[in-house]
């Protein structure tokens, strides 16, 4: 007998996948029920619960010298959420969050995550992680139906912050990436962060940051269209993605997410982690009266941070960290240096510093006053 899942997935999900010679062998290369079981039976099981960005779970910066199976759940919940005033996306999300929540495990690590796709979707989902190695990240094992759920298991072979994506297959993978299907994971080196020279890191806080390009329609009024759910959103929203465009450009799901009374906090003196992913488009994280003093640009703890960036790269479809030591106390912007999306189209976070005011680094030597023209201020022309 043809079950539900079996209709809904057998063409539509074979056919997702990329060319291969003959579909026969795709299916055949994918499937992997005859593989040698692994027995993973002495390892400790460890259960983490994840939470809403830009705040991330309980973690441990070194961990044990022995591998853990890290048990993760992460439930897909389609949604209508306003990213502006009056602009609201048909979202689909990991966990009901844009981005989906950073998971935070150590190299040799097991991750196990359990994927709940809710009966009140519409849509196939998946995972595909940039971490993991294999079966497309993961994506070709765990594609549900609305309803059904899927546990994957992959090894964090790799040390560094990598993005996680939906990518359930042809034009649904940029469609649901850029409805919010993205988040990261944190693969810390066991022994936990190195500088420049070898020598231990410690972050006094982390904040995850996800960068989201929107596509939202607009009418010939110029006003922004708002749809009944996802699935009627499509057309309008794929017209506009391939105009290449964005409408907003905005960090953790919607214009004002980071900023005034959602503003990052902190206390002069710690070092502050800041975890940036975009899974879809390149940007440029700039800290507008700070720097990057240990910058993993590509987000690989293998290579060597660099040190005291002003503005650093962070490619589409990757995740990168960057070490500050908030040394003056004050509001802080944190922005995507491209200021047009950062002012006008909302990619810009605050981070509100309490401390004493270093007058050694920065002074006001004279408050703005008016000055005679007529005498003052000649010899400054050349
Ligand atoms: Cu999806």
């Known amino acids: 007998m043809l079950t539900r899942r079996a209709a809904l997935m057998g063409a539509a999900g074979i056919a997702a996948l990329p060319i291969l010679a003959k579909a026969t062998n795709a299916e055949e290369i994918m499937d992997t029920s005859m593989a040698a079981p692994v027995d993973l039976s ?39 959420m306003e990213v502006d ?19 935070v495990v150590h190299e040799g690590d097991y991750v196990e995550l359990t994927l709940f ?11 595909d992680f940039h971490a993991a190695t294999g079966a497309l ?16 298991r992959f090894k964090a072979t790799r040390p560094g912050t990598f993005v996680y994506h939906c990518a359930p297959g042809g034009p649904m993978i940029p469609w649901h990436v850029v409805s919010g299907m993205a988040g990261a994971i944190m693969v810390l080196p066991r022994d936990g962060l190195h500088d420049h020279e070898g020598k231990p890191v410690r972050y006094d806080r982390v904040y995850y940051i996800g960068e ?15 749809f009944e759910d996802v699935a009627e959103s499509y057309p309008d929203t794929l017209e506009v993605m391939n105009g290449l465009i964005p409408s907003h450009v905005v960090f953790n799901g919607k214009v004002g997410a980071l900023t005034g009374d959602n503003a990052l906090t902190a206390y002069q003196g710690e070092k502050v982690l800041f975890v940036h992913s975009q899974a879809n488009r390149d ?12 910058v993993w640009e590509r987000g690989k703890f293998n290579n060597p ?4 960036l002003e503005t650093w790269f962070i490619a589409g479809g990757s995740a990168g960290a960057a070490l500050y030591e908030f040394l003056q106390p004050g509001v802080y912007a944190y922005v995507n240096h491209n200021l047009i999306e950062a002012v006008n189209l909302g990619a810009t976070a605050h981070v509100v510093v309490q401390g004493d005011w270093n ?19 000649k010899t400054a022309l050349p």
């Open 42 to 80: 002495s390892l400790k099981r460890i259960k983490r619960k994840l939470v809403r960005p830009p705040m991330v779970h309980e973690h441990e910066q070194v961990a044990p010298a022995e591998p853990r199976v890290v048990e993760f759940e992460m439930q897909i919940v389609e949604k209508e």
């Open 137 to 152: 990240g993961g994506g070709s094992l765990t594609l549900v139906n609305p309803g059904e759920k899927t546990t994957l």
């Open 305 to 308: 941070p660099e040190r005291d």
């Open 283 to 294: 940007t440029r994280p700039h800290l507008i009266g700070g720097h990057g003093d240990l």
């Open 212 to 226: 989201n390009d929107f596509y939202i329609p607009k009418t010939e009024d110029g006003d922004y269209m708002r």
């Open 117 to 127: 796709n809710s009966p009140d979707n519409l849509m196939q989902h998946n995972i």
């Open 359 to 377: 007058n050694d680094l920065m002074e006001q030597v004279q408050a703005p006053t008016e000055y005679n023209a007529a005498y003052e201020g």
């Open 85 to 103: 005033n009056g602009a609201y996306l048909q979202a689909m999300t990991f966990n009901g969050s844009v981005p989906g929540p950073l998971m």
